[in-house]
């Protein structure tokens, strides 16, 4: 039949198909995309809060010091974990 759209054991009229669908954007395409957005904004709020002198920089080694602390108080549950060590 021309002009129609194959749907398995019966042919459906192309008219009322729409015709050919345009692929849209999948779950995780649009799961990333409001990611995306949202890293974006609390990227420029913690660029903003540090141009305007509400937060400070903090040197790596300090901050890595203070990750491995916090770690080491931490409870471990028995799954491994990956290592904070430098290098």
Known sequence: MHGAVDRGRRD???PLTGG???PGPTAKERIVD???GAWTAELDRRLRDFDEGRTKAVPYEEAMAQVRARLASTPRSGAPRASLNAG
């Open 34 to 36: 409001q990611l995306d």
């Open 12 to 14: 459906v009229p192309a």
């Open 20 to 22: 050919p669908r345009k």
